[in-house]
């Protein structure tokens, strides 16, 4: 018995729950990266902070330097350029801090809102579609197998829905018993479009 991938209920809610699983992931995935661009924008007041303070620490330190050439006095008049160079330096630093702690707050933000989506697919899509792949596995499996229609036809009745046991016969456990050839394809195709399958000859 050959089995085919089929459009039957079953396998078209598993596609449509796949799609909506990846574009879900792709989603959170690019929120995540907007948010953190949105927040990398705090960070451009520290990085102006960090540009004014270093371009005002050279330029001190150059004209200190040049004063420091004055005859006599230049050693005294480098003393509040130096200060100041300094001081224009801390302002930089502050700024170069400012733009770390924003990175850092950025890439947190980031991880923190993919927890929740990620952490559903990991734990919750994931593992019933791993299960379906091997229920599906063994069912084809069982299908190619000597005795698998006997095998699958005993799945259907116990698990399939009554309502769709009845149509196939009054007595459809007694009909299995007996070992009604009919019956017997008719429950393993049951079990088989359950899980999204269906026996080709």
Same mark, same amino acid.
């Given at each position: 018995?050959?089995?085919?991938?089929?459009? #039957?209920?079953?396998?078209?809610?598993?596609?449509?729950?796949?799609?909506?699983?990846?574009? +879900?992931?792709?989603?959170?995935? @690019?929120?995540?990266? +907007?948010?953190?661009? !949105?927040?990398?924008?705090? /960070?451009?007041?520290?990085?102006?902070?960090?540009?004014?303070?270093?371009?005002?620490?050279?330029? $001190? *330190?150059?004209?200190?330097?040049? =004063?420091?050439?004055?005859? !006599?006095?230049?050693?005294?008049?480098?003393? %509040?350029?130096?200060?100041? &160079?300094?001081?224009?330096?801390?302002? /930089?630093? &502050?700024?170069?801090?400012?733009?770390? $702690?924003?990175?850092?707050? &950025? $890439?947190?933000?980031?991880?923190?809102?993919?927890?929740?989506?990620?952490?559903?697919?990991? #734990?919750? +899509?994931?593992? !019933?579609? =791993?299960?379906?792949?091997? @229920?599906?596995?063994?069912?084809?499996?069982? /299908?190619?197998? %000597?005795?698998?229609?006997?095998?699958?036809?005993?799945?259907?009745?116990?698990?399939? %829905?009554?309502?769709?046991?009845?149509?196939? *016969?009054?007595?459809?456990?007694? /009909?299995? @018993? @007996?070992?009604?050839?009919?019956?017997?394809?008719?429950?393993?195709?049951?079990? $088989?479009?359950?899980?999204?399958?269906?026996?080709?000859?």
């Amino acid at each position: 018995m050959k089995i085919y991938a089929d459009r #039957f209920p079953t396998a078209l809610r598993q596609l449509l729950t796949d799609l909506l699983v990846v574009a +879900w992931v792709y989603a959170s995935i @690019r929120f995540a990266l +907007w948010l953190h661009d !949105l927040v990398e924008k705090l /960070a451009v007041p520290g990085q102006k902070l960090e540009g004014a303070g270093g371009g005002l620490a050279d330029n $001190l *330190a150059e004209a200190g330097g040049k =004063v420091g050439r004055v005859p !006599l006095v230049g050693d005294e008049l480098t003393t %509040p350029f130096k200060r100041a &160079a300094e001081a224009a330096r801390s302002v /930089a630093e &502050a700024g170069r801090d400012q733009q770390e $702690l924003v990175g850092q707050l &950025a $890439l947190a933000l980031s991880l923190a809102v993919l927890v929740f989506p990620l952490g559903l697919v990991l #734990f919750g +899509w994931l593992p !019933l579609r =791993v299960r379906w792949m091997r @229920r599906a596995g063994s069912a084809k499996a069982l /299908a190619t197998a %000597p005795a698998g229609r006997d095998l699958l036809a005993l799945r259907a009745l116990a698990g399939q %829905p009554l309502g769709k046991l009845a149509r196939i *016969a009054p007595d459809v456990a007694e /009909a299995w @018993r @007996r070992g009604d050839e009919r019956t017997v394809n008719e429950l393993a195709a049951l079990e $088989l479009r359950g899980l999204g399958l269906k026996p080709g000859r």
